[in-house]
């Protein structure tokens, strides 16, 4: 063979290959494209908040997240693939609603833990179909699957005969002859006790099945230890159950978990003139680091010697005269929740992170709505006002453009280059939505006649009641004097992928193609911040371009923005109706682009944080403000309704419709009443 | 403005339509009637409420003028209007002036979607005085005894943050409607298609699923209404499937991952 035949080959084979992976790739089911039909499922059938997560393995489930293979591929059809899931959706439900604990811990499997699950799945088994009669059809439609897949496996191991009894029991499959064949006589007197106490029989589920595993080491079948039974897809249906230890740390867990949640009581420490921020680094000493927890202000331990036990006892009250007697004037600042708190007034700190971060230039108050009492919590949120030209030079645009320089404009020339074509065709929609016109009916001038109030006034002249003047329509063009605010999500979450790209770059994208557009359009009246936040008392407010500014000049900062923090979304709503308010014009947006739901790790996060922004949306009506949002969440249609109204919120699906969906917005806002 | 963009029905309501009493609601409305206190009905739509006024007017012997509200209904609308015919102006009585003067139940439906301006007509007209008046032929009607007003809206409505006036709704009686329990809901399905007991037994479950989801976000969830719609398709011959798929899913939603999971649920049944 010459060199090049055999690199011929070599290519044509590792093609073939390729080809062939490529086409088993295109028969998997991909979890994420049915997701919120999954999510509806699950909460109809369990009657709950359901949420569902991919999961590499074989799924299972935690409280109310239910774990489902990423992919599956059973069969070319992709019905069953959908029913396959459907039927794991209805068994995890199942198993939840009674307590059974499902791991998902392949190491953990063996033979004994697959004959458990099978016991109990037959108890499932009973329960899904008195529930949901035509579960038979699944099952029905799912057993040739089974059974196809189990026979390449060699059915000589006794472990394996019983498995797959079960299984043909469980999926109803009737013929079981000689069955018996290869079993020896006490392994013939397990399987007929198992059938006729735990297969044949309604079995009660609280049952405990530990025992079997007993009674199967008592008559001596040889156990096959550390033999990991990894059939896929007895898995991706039934899983495994968790070992008795597993539960034990569960509960375990559960209990702390309870126990750093409950609430403690707070101790007032007298007021201190001068505080000294530590920069605490959490990852230095990890074995022993807090000493003590003052809302969310920790002192260091290791700053002056002296250690605690971290084991989560609250001891404060305690300790309370000597920890008056302690000079508190080095405080750090933790991401970690509080329980007992022991708290003073600092008079200095604002000054100390002002003399830190000197973009830091004014903050204000805001009130937050307490869903849980049904009342605002006066002056509540702290928001800080940072000008963006103060930030620090960062280059934070995606790195897979090969731009070596950090110069911000080079940065932001080449993504306006990039974004060309979205930003040409919303100019051009918005100049056409701008540009409409709209008949305005019974008018006191105009160049048209209005039949209708015409005939009103016909009929006023004659009854003589009435003097009715306004019979023209005037053609009127949409009212160019709106105020824009674009108000961006930078925290921490926008760090992470949407459709193979980074969410902070497609807000960004987002931003440029806007702002761009309505540059040439709006003469400059429209401004762009972001936010983030990092506990009540520490929300930002960054101002990337003010009314007042020129978007060529303020576009560079834009690379400034970083992923930082938590989502507050309620304060910096409230910041941005406070700014709009003072421009005295009539047709005012915010326009909100955001990854996620409203979180912040002191207990800002679910119902709270989304009635919050219900009530800065009803604040923003009073004010005349239209809040729209653009959201980058596939599961964000669950929540963002209850936010902002059903006419209110836009998803982004692809990057390609960044610049359709925008002018969808305008259309929808200003013309579209 | 039209006088076609008002829809309103005179029913003389001659045969007794079914309604199944459900929270003691017929008793209440009785009362009302008696005490010349007017009606206001919440509810999910679909789930019984313009049945239950014409039961009422057949069992009260009276004639029912039905408006059916919308953004555009105004006070004069109501009222009524000058028109013109040949070369002279004639007045015309809105639907009611006319309820008013011929004693009818006078049924204003979705209430809350009418404009502002028709509490100059329903605030005299539900509170002690009883009475409406005319400006533009400066006449003031009042109600006798045998006049009724019935207002229905429904509380849930997602279309924008349309609400009742707190003083208007104060001037009304309030009943409350919700879908009804299992087996009275099978019983209706039963009565209204003439279907089979299993068949109704699986479409009351399978709406019960369904009404139960708040992650949906449908601006209404599945009516009595529209479980009656399937069953008379399924009385018909169509297949259990493709008559719910078509008479319940594909009206309330367009949304293509909702209506695949309702399949879903709709397969658990069916």
């Given amino acids: ?673 | 403005m039209n006088n076609n963009e008002i829809k309103t029905t005179i029913k003389n309501i001659v045969v007794e339509p079914f309604y199944e009493d459900i929270n003691g609601e017929t008793d209440i409305f009785l009362h009302c009637y008696k005490a010349q206190l007017p009606v206001i009905l919440k509810g999910p739509t679909g789930c019984g409420k313009s049945r239950f006024v014409e039961n009422m007017s057949y069992k009260l012997n009276k004639n029912l003028i039905q408006v059916s509200c919308n953004e555009e209904t105004s006070s004069v609308d109501l009222l009524g209007r000058y028109l013109v015919k040949g070369g002279d102006t004639i007045w015309q009585d809105g639907p009611v002036t006319k309820a008013v003067k011929e004693n009818c139940v006078l049924y204003l439906d979705e209430i809350s979607e009418a404009r502002e301006d028709v509490i100059v007509v329903l605030h005299p007209l539900s509170d002690y005085r009883r009475e409406i008046y005319i400006d533009k032929i400066n006449l003031k009607i009042k109600a006798n005894e045998n006049f009724m007003l019935v207002v229905s809206f429904n509380p849930g409505y997602q279309k924008g943050f349309k609400e009742l006036k707190i003083s208007t709704r104060q001037r009304f009686v309030g009943i409350s409607f919700n879908y009804p329990n299992e087996k009275k809901e099978i019983q209706i399905i039963i009565r209204e298609s003439g279907i089979y007991e299993s068949v109704a037994k699986n479409l009351v479950l399978y709406a019960n699923k369904v009404r139960k989801l708040t992650e949906l976000d449908l601006s209404e969830t599945i009516s009595t209404r529209l479980l009656i719609n399937a069953a008379k398709l399924i009385r018909l011959g169509v297949d259990k499937k493709i008559a719910c798929n078509s008479s319940i899913i594909q009206p309330l939603s367009d949304d293509k991952d909702i209506n695949e999971s309702l399949l879903d649920i709709l397969n658990l049944y069916f």
């Fill in chain 1, 1 to 673: 063979m010459n060199i090049d035949e055999f690199f011929f080959k070599k290519i044509l084979n590792l093609t073939n290959i390729f080809l062939k992976k490529n086409e088993i790739f295109l028969n998997y089911i991909f979890l994420e494209n049915y997701l919120s039909r999954f999510i509806i499922f699950s909460c109809s059938i369990f009657e709950d908040k359901i949420d569902i997560l991919s999961d590499d393995y074989f799924g299972g489930y935690i409280n109310n997240t239910l774990f489902l293979p990423c992919k599956v591929n059973l069969s070319n059809d992709k019905n069953i693939d959908i029913l396959l899931y459907i039927y794991k959706i209805l068994f995890l439900l199942i198993s939840k609603k009674f307590k059974f604990v499902l791991s998902n811990n392949i190491n953990i499997n063996s033979y004994e833990n697959s004959i458990c699950s099978l016991l109990i799945i037959n108890s499932i088994h009973i329960k899904l179909i008195k529930n949901f009669p035509m579960i038979f059809r699944f099952i029905f439609l799912l057993y040739p699957i089974v059974t196809q897949n189990r026979n390449k496996y060699k059915l000589n191991d006794k472990f394996l005969i019983i498995i797959d009894f079960i299984i043909k029991k469980l999926m109803f499959y009737k013929e079981n002859k000689n069955f018996f064949y290869n079993l020896s006589l006490k392994e013939k007197y397990f399987v007929n006790y198992v059938i006729k106490n735990y297969v044949n029989n309604n079995i009660e589920l609280q049952l405990n099945f530990f025992h079997i595993l007993n009674y199967l080491n008592k008559i001596s079948i040889k156990f096959i230890n550390n033999f990991i039974f990894n059939e896929y897809l007895f898995n991706i249906l039934w899983g495994r159950l968790l070992k008795n230890c597993d539960n034990y740390i569960n509960s375990n867990f559960n209990e702390l978990k309870k126990f750093s949640l409950s609430s403690g009581k707070e101790y007032k420490s007298k007021l201190k003139n001068e505080v000294k921020i530590i920069n605490y680094k959490e990852n230095i000493n990890k074995d022993n680091p807090i000493i003590k927890i003052i809302d969310h202000v920790k002192t260091v331990e290791n700053y002056k010697g002296g250690f605690r036990d971290t084991d989560g006892s609250d001891e404060i009250e305690e300790h309370l005269d000597a920890m008056n007697e302690i000079d508190f004037n080095q405080i750090t600042r933790s991401s970690d929740q509080t329980k007992s708190i022991f708290s003073m007034d600092v008079l200095n700190v604002l000054q100390n992170d002002l003399k830190n971060d000197n973009f830091l230039s004014k903050s204000f108050l805001y009130n937050e709505w307490d869903f849980f009492t049904n009342k605002y919590k006066l002056n509540w949120c702290k928001i800080y006002n940072i000008h963006c030209f103060d930030l620090p030079i960062v280059y934070n645009f995606n790195k897979e453009d090969n731009i070596d320089s950090i110069d911000e404009k080079k940065i932001i020339n080449n993504y306006i280059k990039k974004n060309k074509k979205d930003i040409e065709y919303l100019s051009f929609c918005l100049k056409k939505i701008f540009n409409m016109s709209i008949w305005l009916n019974r008018q006191v001038y105009g160049p048209e006649i209005d039949i209708d109030s015409l005939t009103i006034r016909y009929a006023f002249l004659f009854s003589g009641n009435c003097n009715f003047e306004n019979f023209y329509l005037y053609k009127k063009n949409l009212d160019k004097k709106i105020c824009i605010l674009v108000l961006i999500d930078s925290s921490l979450s926008t760090d992470s992928w949407f459709k193979g790209k980074k969410i902070s770059i497609i807000i960004k994208e987002i931003v440029i193609i806007l702002c761009e557009s309505l540059n040439k359009i709006f003469n400059n009246f429209f401004a762009v911040s972001a936010f983030y936040s990092n506990t009540r008392n520490d929300c930002k407010y960054i101002i990337i371009k003010n009314f007042e500014n020129s978007w060529n000049v303020s576009k560079i900062f834009l690379c400034r923005i970083i992923p930082i923090g938590y989502t507050r979304i309620g304060p910096a709503i409230r910041h941005s109706i406070y700014y709009m308010n003072k421009i005295k014009i009539k047709y005012k947006l915010l326009l909100l682009i955001s990854d996620t739901k409203p979180t912040d790790y002191d207990l800002y996060e679910g119902n709270y944080g989304i009635l919050d922004v219900k009530k800065c949306v009803y604040e923003a009506l009073v004010y005349n403000i239209k809040i729209k949002t653009i959201s980058i969440d596939d599961k964000s249609k669950f929540y963002l309704p209850k936010m902002f109204g059903k006419n209110n919120y836009y998803l982004l699906k692809d990057k390609i419709y960044i610049g359709k969906l925008l002018s969808q917005i305008f259309f929808d806002c200003f013309v579209k009443k």
